[in-house]
């Protein structure tokens, strides 16, 4: 069974690599079938929000949040080794760009992303039934189990499965549909399968036993009805990352890698050997792995660009207060709208043109608008400010689509060799990861050498060692949306030092920064990692 972080052994979260509810995106993991020994996140967040409804009710309450932490949950169940999440075993890399940059709502690639690619897989399969069976049906309803119905609502799981019941493909609803869902709860809307038209509301998801024997935390079942008669269902699981799998889930095969790497210096190696460019390298993986032709690649790493370059620039213009008890009122417009202003100076734009990118799709995704992991939902703002800072320098698409290539060589390697969850490692494997992938992304659209690449990607990684985890009230808001924006422009300034630096005078190496990066999370406070019981999450007073 892989073990991303063999050096941790043991696992707090019942999730794939990061499962949490707010950010957790960085795939299955399999080392999760052990129970979560405390409350994470999505748990807490839960619990906040009653308790923040109870303070609105009662007055303000000056009690920190802490004091309105519930007592550790009870562990939840093992997950079942049938799934595919659990059996998924070590050896050279088999990620694929499709697994890792993945496109849907925030803020929770579990109870958000997940279910809507479930939901949207179901209208999928109902729409190829025979029409005799479709002229039957009259209704379509979701139920949801464990994790997912107990705090799904905060989290707007309700609102991602009906989109993706209506039709709308993940990577593509358009975020003014999505806020119209939640703004009109009542309110009816049309699907048409086959021959049959019929009425969807918010009611047709519904939330159900929170316990119970299920084979994942996040369970879910869809059903297409005649009346009380069942005319197709389908059993799904929300394992972690925004991946799923059903009933009978068999992984897709995979081709095996040409040049099979699990370490940076094997990667070296094969550069030196075939003298062959690195983004060549991991197209030809790509291809060999995922049986996908170069155009279908390039094709996959536009549309990722475009939602990203898309998230910031709505981010750029929306101005309002995030979702949630924090109350969080947004940056990334003002921050842009000031930079017309603004006599910081050519570094100071700079800087705060990147943190007003990073701040932009940060916030996206805490509006539970559309989303690309990269590596987790919590630290999405980072790819997206460089990409767009990119365009702004006129990098062609390219030598963007080898700076995707690039960032997510490293992402992989940090999910191989340690952890991309805040669960797991707090958020030096979040937002540090999401750093290191831009600063190895710009050097390589920038054409910098492959030692540069690395050690910008080393560089940022380093500057992000021990960096907890601790969302106040469980959302992913307060510190993730700023960190994002320091991620990006920690990028930029890794990829700055790598670039002038003399690569060879560099005195520690990615691979080395990667196992630290597993050290200090096998070390790590359970406080720190995605728990809120610690540090910002325990020191913020919300009123
Ligand atoms: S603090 Fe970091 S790891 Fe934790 S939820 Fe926020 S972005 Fe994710």
């Given at each position: 069974m892989e073990n991303p972080l063999k050096v941790i052994g043991t696992s707090s979260t019942t999730c794939g690599g990061c499962h949490s509810a707010g950010c957790g995106t960085c795939g299955p993991s399999p080392h999760t079938s052990k129970a979560p020994v405390a409350f994470n996140r999505r748990e ?28 550790p949950a009870p562990a939840a169940p093992a997950l079942s080794p049938e799934l595919a999440v659990v059996q998924t075993s070590k050896g050279p890399i088999m990620t694929t760009?499709?697994e890792f940059?993945k ?5 929770s690639s579990s109870h958000?992303?997940g ?31 464990g994790s ?66 299920f084979p994942h935390p996040n369970t ?17 699981y929300s394992v972690g990352g925004g991946f799923i799998e059903?009933?009978?889930y068999k992984p897709?095969?995979k ?6 790497f699990d370490h ?109 992991t990269?590596p987790t939902a919590g630290s ?30 490293i992402g992989y390697l940090c999910k191989h060799n340690a952890t991309l969850s805040g669960a797991e490692g707090g958020c030096q494997a979040e937002?540090g990861v ?34 907890t985890c ?41 691979d080395?920064?990667i196992d630290a990066m597993a050290l200090t999370a096998k070390e790590m406070n359970s406080k720190y990692k995605e728990t ?12």
């Amino acid at each position: 069974m892989e073990n991303p972080l063999k050096v941790i052994g043991t696992s707090s979260t019942t999730c794939g690599g990061c499962h949490s509810a707010g950010c957790g995106t960085c795939g299955p993991s399999p080392h999760t079938s052990k129970a979560p020994v405390a409350f994470n996140r999505r748990e807490f967040g839960y619990t906040v929000l009653a308790a923040s409804a109870s303070a609105l009710l009662s007055g303000c309450s000056q009690q920190k949040s802490v004091e309105q932490a519930p007592q550790p949950a009870p562990a939840a169940p093992a997950l079942s080794p049938e799934l595919a999440v659990v059996q998924t075993s070590k050896g050279p890399i088999m990620t694929t760009l499709e697994e890792f940059y993945k496109m849907g709502p925030g803020p929770s690639s579990s109870h958000t992303m997940g279910p809507m690619r479930i939901t949207y897989d179901f209208f999928q399969r109902v729409s190829k039934l025979p029409e005799d069976q479709l002229q039957q049906a009259t209704s379509l309803k979701v139920h949801l189990f464990g994790s997912l119905s107990a705090t799904g609502k905060g989290h707007g799981t309700d609102r991602a499965s009906l989109a993706g019941l209506l039709g709308k493909a993940p990577a593509t609803c358009p975020p003014q549909f999505l806020d119209e869902l939640a703004a009109n709860p009542d309110q009816a809307y049309k699907v048409t399968l086959g021959p049959k038209t019929l009425d969807l509301t918010l009611k047709d998801i519904i939330f159900d036993a929170t316990k119970g024997e299920f084979p994942h935390p996040n369970t879910m079942t869809a059903k297409l009805l005649a009346g009380d008669q069942t005319i197709y269902e389908l059993e799904y699981y929300s394992v972690g990352g925004g991946f799923i799998e059903w009933k009978g889930y068999k992984p897709p095969d995979k081709g095996q890698p040409k040049y099979p790497f699990d370490h940076a210096r094997d990667l070296k190696k094969f550069l030196i050997d075939d003298k062959i460019p690195l983004p060549q390298l991991l197209l030809q993986n790509e291809m060999a792995i995922s049986g996908r032709s170069e155009k279908e690649i390039w094709e996959f790493l536009d549309q990722v660009a475009e939602v990203m370059v898309r998230g910031v620039d709505t981010g750029l213009t929306v101005e309002s207060v995030l979702p949630g008890p924090i109350k969080l009122h947004s940056k990334a417009a003002a921050l842009q709208h000031n930079l017309k202003t603004s006599s910081k100076g050519e570094a100071g734009r700079a800087v705060t043109r990147v943190a007003s990118y990073g701040f932009a799709m940060g916030e996206e995704n805490a509006r539970g608008h559309i989303i690309v992991t990269a590596p987790t939902a919590g630290s999405a703002g980072i790819i997206p400010a460089v990409v767009k800072s990119l365009r702004d320098l006129n990098t062609p698409t390219q030598k963007i689509r080898d700076g995707f290539l690039a960032a997510a060589a490293i992402g992989y390697l940090c999910k191989h060799n340690a952890t991309l969850s805040g669960a797991e490692g707090g958020c030096q494997a979040e937002v540090g990861v999401g750093s290191s992938m831009g600063a190895a992304m710009i050097a390589q659209a920038l054409s910098a050498n492959p030692k540069v690449v690395s050690n910008a990607a080393e560089s940022a990684l380093e500057s992000h060692l021990g960096m907890t985890c601790d969302p106040v009230a469980g959302y992913v808001q307060v510190p993730c949306i700023e960190r994002c924006a320091y991620g990006a422009v920690k990028a930029w300034t890794a990829y700055s030092i790598a670039s002038e630096e003399i690569p060879e005078q560099r005195r520690v190496d990615l691979d080395t920064t990667i196992d630290a990066m597993a050290l200090t999370a096998k070390e790590m406070n359970s406080k720190y990692k995605e728990t809120s019981e610690g540090g910002l999450a325990v020191s913020v007073v919300l009123c």
